[in-house]
């Protein structure tokens, strides 16, 4: 496990060029397959209510664990994992999370209707009381949990210069 040699560093510009998801998916809880979901709507609905109603190929239209996997979980693009059960953006927001350049986080935020950027909960309670217009919802429909990066699926970048090699995760610690 620990040795990858195949780490070769892919050196796509990606890294700079798209910081944000390019694209959704699901895990099939039966065949384990990855199902690609259509829209970050879609995706939210799946994540809403995960736990009670754990997704499967069945779920989507047209899809069957006998098809072929939609993506390849690799590390060909680096794949960031969702909580389950985040609460669904509430309508008229939008929610973005962007990648940071080193691939050490991913940050989460708000776009309110009006085009401001929320970055926290106490943000969103502030915009929430300064605009009590807006009675259907609260700070509780926002979610600033970011997903979790997947190191396996992390490019080498030059940015991460110390010597810690990878498995070191495991093994030492
Ligand atoms: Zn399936």
Redesign the pocket.
Known sequence: MAKDSSKTPKKSSRTASNPSVSTWAAQ?G????WRKISTQEEFEEIRSRFVEEPF??DNKPNA??DDPEDIEYDASRTWTIDQPNLPKTPSGFKRELHLRKDHSKMDAYYITPSGKRLRSAVEVATFLQQNSEISNISVSDFSFKSPKIMDDTVPSIPVVANSNKKGATSSTK
Request: aromatic share 12%; with cysteine.
């Open positions: 099939c039966k065949c384990f397959k499967n190929c069957s664990c």
